[in-house]
């Protein structure tokens, strides 16, 4: 089956006054269709950056330095804008992480919903307020016929945020792209978003890519996950088994610390340092300084995303390393 | 649900902070930028020429025993009958324009610095007494403040200076109205260093070591010196810079509508109202070289302006 | 929304009153107005009476009630040079300002506005840098200056457009109006672009400013990725959230137009109010002085309650949250 979307050797570069950065080297994964793919890693490694580039929003003069992002078998990351923005909503939706600024202040949540279901189909006005109605009542806004000529300041963080959903979804998309979607809600709220985000894309069949630096949410809610670092994937694998047994020493660290997953060891790991910035990216393995299982090749070649039981994993430790390396 | 986040903590490590500085905007953006550079030089030199006008002016414009009727309303001396005496022409009483545009920008530069610095004062004064005091008078300062902004500087300008033509009558003399242009242009600008400063006092205010500062019993204005003023030098300088070409500006409206410097010590405003008048027998030198003088001024210290502030406020880069 | 309008109102009566202070303490106090409205000749007498009857016996209280009560009734007394009333005075000129004031602002918005939006747009495109160094340097060039150079280039390098006056005009009941002759147009034109230049300018940047900050924001980012066309993010979404502070900052230049007609109408021998307070200023004048800082100050203060209002009107947030809960 071929996969919603698929992202091969994906490169994101910044052009500034001090020299390139790379944003995002070298990351290639696939999300089948109505899959859940949790996309976890520190801020900055990298992870908004790849959303934002498969829905080809990435701000100038930031630019798709290479690679390839294709929408069930066809590429889009070399569209002509007019086409990719007819993509954009319709058949990828995007959730962004703070509702209370996602939705335009000065129009009626109606609006925004007539307006986006009218770009993306030949309904009639009354048919699209039919549709924003159902979308709405959907997204469990109680009192949906009056809410809806509310203006967005009059709704709640957790209500503003399943307007979004309701937003995202209004045209039906085959892929949802929900960055950091709970983050800045209340605690209490963010476990309701994240099921009815779960629940809607599964009733509608679209498949999600799910960016968070919450474990505890992917945990819950992904079916694989991809663990990025310094703007290149680490790990990707089967939730339960990146979780229960982390192969890459970055995502053993990243697992060590959170207490709820660390139960069967006396205490929290912590990773020494930090992620490198973009400017000092390390040569060969981004981890290698802070790895305690750093060795020989390391510092000098790059490790390649390769299989390893279920997942796959990018580090030296699991496969041979080249015999030049060996040399040294 | 932990944050991983909160738990990979960066540091910031000293030597950082110091290739920081070093590598800092302010002068990274100053030398890339040509445009910058164009301007802080032309400033230099007409600051640096109205600076040494006694020295550089081949003509002294107020020694009334060099002019001569004769050699008024010369054009400019590569036209046909000019003067090599006089590179950029005469005036109606034949002085020689280039020499009046020296001492002319000297008037300019002086009244708009000292504006500038009496409106800074009088601001950062009177924001550090708001926002330390607060309450009342407080109250009494920023409504005054608001009222002022209501309307432009060039009302106050002209009011103050009305006023001070019905208290000093006709003998108002070239020493009394230069002190005049340079309060009345000062006490038109002095909200936004009020309106700035006023507000970081409030949030260093309130912050622990002011609160220390006070337990331990260091005098208040030591508090304000010492520790809030640092926090505003940046704000200030722009909003001074920029202001700097509102009162060069000023002060030549002021005086193109006769309300300013008298003709016989004249500045930039001053010449071109004079050569005004004869710009329709032909003779624009007289106006149009004070004219470019000035705009060239204004613009050279107005980009200087946008630079410090781009500079300063990364935000907005 | 009624609280919202009340105090507005009242802020609005403060800043009145205070202006009202001012200009009856430069009334009262600078210069003497017996001395000012009488010759040498009059007797010491003659001045006694003339200050029993013009109340300047009075406590200070009571005077200053009488000059607001006086003020508000638009009698500002006579002249001192031209011994009529300063109502009349102004009345004859406030038609030719306000002409010149609202040609001025409708061109500065007509183009300011376009090119702000067009800066923002094509951030990189050389016609916004063209834009934007003609903008820096029309905010340099005083206002006096871009007239003069106007003039000569053409009424006296080209020999079109007069250079001085409002050419003929009409009397439609108490408004003279120069926008219904050919000359009266012409006439209107340098003024207006010396006025207008200066506020245009500044719209062009305070637009482009707000409108970068605007596009910067999460929701046009949703905007565009919910696959809404450009002209619906740019113009619908954008520009409607730019235009609600740039509102405001217009609104205010609208008032300093006025201010500023005075420098125009000097340069251009415009016979509007402020040529009048001009030569009141250089002839300490001071009722007119004072009549013509009031009025400004009225239409000042006028200006920003409606301004106000047409926020509450253009921003919910404003709207809903004024209403009493």
Same mark, same amino acid.
């Given at each position: 089956m071929t996969p919603v979307l698929s992202v091969r050797n994906l490169k994101v570069e910044f052009p500034t006054r001090r020299g390139v950065l790379t944003a995002i080297d070298d990351v290639s994964f696939?999300?089948?269709?109505?899959?859940?793919?949790?996309?976890?890693?520190?801020?900055?490694?990298?992870?908004?950056?790849?959303?934002?580039?498969?829905?080809?929003?990435?701000?100038?003069?930031?630019?798709?330095?290479?690679?390839?992002?294709?929408?069930?078998?066809?590429?889009?990351?070399?569209?002509?804008?007019?086409?990719?923005?007819?993509?954009?909503?319709?058949?990828?939706?995007?959730?962004?992480?703070?509702?209370?600024?996602?939705?335009?202040p000065l129009y009626r949540i109606g609006y925004q919903l007539v307006e986006t279901i009218r770009t993306h189909s030949s309904l009639s006005e009354s048919a699209a307020r039919k549709k924003a109605l159902s979308l709405l009542e959907e997204v469990g806004i109680p009192a949906p016929d009056t809410r809806i000529d509310a203006y967005p300041h009059q709704f709640s963080g957790g209500m503003r945020q399943r307007v979004v959903l309701a937003l995202a979804l209004a045209a039906e998309p085959e892929l949802v792209i929900a960055d950091e979607p709970t983050t800045a809600l209340d605690v209490s709220v963010q476990a309701q978003i994240i099921a009815l985000l779960k629940r809607l894309c599964a009733q509608h069949g679209a498949a999600v890519?799910?960016?968070?630096?919450?474990?505890?949410?992917?945990?819950?809610?992904?079916?694989?996950?991809?663990?990025?670092?310094?703007?290149?994937?680490?790990?990707?694998?089967?939730?339960?088994?990146?979780?229960?047994?982390?192969?890459?020493?970055?995502?053993?660290?990243?697992?060590?610390?959170?207490?709820?997953?660390?139960?069967?060891?006396?205490?929290?790991?912590?990773?020494?340092?930090?992620?490198?910035?973009?400017?000092?990216?390390?040569?060969?393995?981004?981890?290698?300084?802070?790895?305690?299982?750093?060795f020989v090749p390391c510092p000098t070649f790059r490790p390649e995303l390769q299989p390893e039981q279920s997942s796959q994993v990018a580090c030296w430790l699991y496969h041979p390393f080249p015999v030049t390396a060996a040399a040294l | 649900m932990a944050d991983t986040t909160a738990l990979l903590v960066t540091r910031i490590t000293t030597r950082e902070r110091i290739r920081a500085v070093l590598g800092s905007d302010l002068v990274y953006s100053f030398l890339r930028s040509r445009v910058t550079i164009a301007a802080a030089m032309v400033t230099a030199i007409i600051v640096i020429a109205a600076l040494l006008a006694p020295l550089i002016a081949p003509h002294d414009p107020y020694d009334l025993r060099q002019l001569s009727l004769l050699d008024s309303h010369n054009p400019p001396a590569w036209l046909s009958g000019g003067d090599m005496r006089f590179l950029l022409g005469t005036d109606d009483q034949g002085r020689d324009v280039f020499s009046t545009i020296l001492y002319g920008s000297r008037q300019s530069i002086?009244?708009?610095?000292?504006?500038?610095?009496?409106?800074?004062?009088?601001?950062?004064?009177?924001? +550090? @007494? $708001?926002?330390?005091?607060? /309450? =009342?008078?407080? *109250?009494?300062?920023?409504?005054?403040?608001?009222? !002022?902004?209501? #309307?432009?500087?060039? +009302? @106050? $300008?002209?009011?103050?200076? /009305? =006023?001070?033509? *019905?208290?000093?009558?006709?003998?108002?003399?070239? !020493?009394?109205? #230069?002190?005049?242009?340079?309060?009345?242009?000062?006490?038109?600008?002095?909200?936004?260093?009020?309106?700035?400063?006023?507000?970081?006092?409030?949030?260093?205010?309130?912050?622990?070591?002011?609160?220390?500062?006070?337990?331990?019993?260091i005098a208040p204005?030591?508090?304000?010196?010492?520790?809030?003023?640092?926090?505003?030098?940046?704000?200030?300088?722009?909003?001074?810079?920029?202001?700097?070409?509102?009162?060069?500006?000023?002060?030549?409206?002021?005086?193109?509508?006769?309300?300013?410097?008298?003709?016989?010590?004249?500045?930039?405003?001053?010449?071109?109202?004079?050569?005004?008048?004869?710009?329709?027998?032909?003779?624009?030198?007289?106006?149009?070289?004070?004219?470019?003088?000035?705009a060239a001024l204004v613009l050279a210290v107005n980009l200087l302006g946008d630079w410090l502030r781009d500079a300063l406020n990364p935000k907005l880069r | 929304m009624l609280a919202f309008i009340i105090r507005r109102l009242l802020q609005a009566i403060v800043v009145m009153l205070t202006v009202a202070l001012i200009a009856f303490t430069l009334f009262r106090f600078v210069g003497d107005p017996v001395n000012m409205m009488v010759g040498i000749e009059t007797t010491a007498e003659e001045r006694a009476q003339l200050r029993q009857d013009l109340g300047l016996n009075d406590p200070i209280v009571i005077q200053f009630a009488r000059f607001v009560g006086n003020s508000a009734r638009l009698n500002f007394g006579n002249s001192y040079q031209f011994k009529t009333p300063v109502i009349d005075l102004i009345a004859d000129r406030f038609p030719a300002t306000m002409e010149l004031a609202f040609a001025s602002a409708l061109l500065s918005l007509l183009v300011g506005i376009p090119m702000g939006v067009y800066t923002a747009l094509h951030r990189r495109s050389w016609l916004s840098n063209i834009f934007l160094a003609a903008s820096l340097i029309g905010i340099s060039l005083p206002t006096f200056l871009i007239g003069i150079l106007l003039i000569f280039l053409f009424p006296v390098t080209l020999g079109i457009l007069p250079s001085f006056g409002r050419g003929e005009v009409v009397r439609i009941g108490f408004w003279t109006t120069g926008l219904l002759t050919a000359s009266g147009l012409k006439a209107l034109v340098l003024p207006a672009i010396t006025l207008g230049l200066f506020q245009m300018t500044l719209i062009m940047r305070l637009v482009r400013g707000e409108m970068l900050e605007v596009l910067r924001t999460d929701y046009i980012k949703f905007a565009r990725a919910r696959g809404l066309t450009d002209r619906a993010v740019n113009f619908g979404h954008a520009l409607k959230n730019t235009l609600v502070p740039v509102m405001t900052i217009?609104?205010?230049?609208?008032?300093?137009?006025?201010?500023?007609?005075?420098?125009?109408?000097?340069?251009?021998?415009?016979?509007?109010?402020?040529?009048?307070?001009?030569?009141?200023?250089?002839?300490?004048?001071?009722?007119?002085?004072?009549?013509?800082?009031?009025?400004?100050?009225?239409?000042?203060?006028?200006?920003?309650?409606?301004?106000?209002l047409l926020y509450a009107v253009v921003d919910p947030r404003i709207r809903i949250d004024a209403r009493p809960a």
């Open positions: 696939d999300i089948a269709p109505g899959e859940v793919l949790g996309v976890v890693g520190e801020s900055g490694a990298g992870k908004s950056i790849t959303g934002t580039a498969v829905i080809g929003l990435i701000e100038p003069p930031g630019r798709i330095a290479g690679g390839e992002v294709l929408l069930r078998g066809q590429r889009i990351d070399n569209l002509p804008p007019e086409q990719m923005r007819k993509i954009r909503g319709k058949r990828i939706g995007m959730v962004f992480q703070d509702p209370l600024t996602s939705l335009n890519m799910l960016i968070t630096h919450d474990m505890g949410v992917i945990a819950e809610t992904a079916d694989r996950v991809a663990v990025m670092y310094a703007g290149r994937i680490a790990e990707i694998g089967p939730v339960r088994e990146v979780i229960k047994a982390p192969l890459h020493p970055y995502t053993k660290g990243l697992m060590g610390s959170i207490p709820s997953l660390a139960h069967d060891s006396d205490r929290l790991v912590q990773i020494p340092g930090s992620m490198p910035r973009l400017t000092a990216i390390p040569s060969g393995c981004p981890f290698h300084p802070r790895c305690p299982r750093a | 002086a009244i708009g610095v000292m504006a500038t610095l009496f409106a800074g004062m009088l601001g950062i004064s009177l924001g +550090l @007494i $708001a926002g330390y005091t607060g /309450g =009342t008078v407080d *109250a009494v300062i920023m409504r005054a403040a608001d009222i !002022q902004s209501t #309307f432009p500087a060039i +009302l @106050i $300008a002209m009011l103050i200076d /009305g =006023t001070s033509r *019905a208290l000093f009558g006709e003998q108002r003399n070239e !020493q009394i109205v #230069f002190w005049v242009m340079v309060l009345s242009i000062g006490l038109s600008f002095w909200v936004q260093y009020a309106r700035t400063v006023r507000g970081s006092t409030l949030v260093e205010k309130n912050k622990d070591y002011v609160l220390a500062a006070r337990l331990i019993g204005v030591k508090i304000l010196f010492r520790h809030v003023l640092p926090n505003v030098v940046g704000p200030v300088l722009v909003i001074a810079t920029i202001n700097l070409a509102l009162a060069i500006i000023t002060e030549a409206t002021l005086s193109f509508l006769g309300l300013g410097l008298p003709s016989t010590q004249p500045s930039l405003g001053t010449l071109i109202q004079i050569g005004q008048k004869y710009l329709f027998a032909g003779e624009w030198w007289i106006a149009i070289f004070p004219g470019i003088t000035l | 217009a609104g205010l230049q609208l008032g300093s137009i006025i201010a500023f007609a005075l420098i125009t109408e000097s340069v251009f021998q415009w016979p509007g109010m402020g040529l009048l307070f001009l030569k009141a200023v250089q002839n300490v004048d001071i009722p007119i002085m004072s009549a013509y800082l009031l009025l400004v100050a009225f239409i000042f203060v006028t200006i920003n309650l409606i301004v106000d």
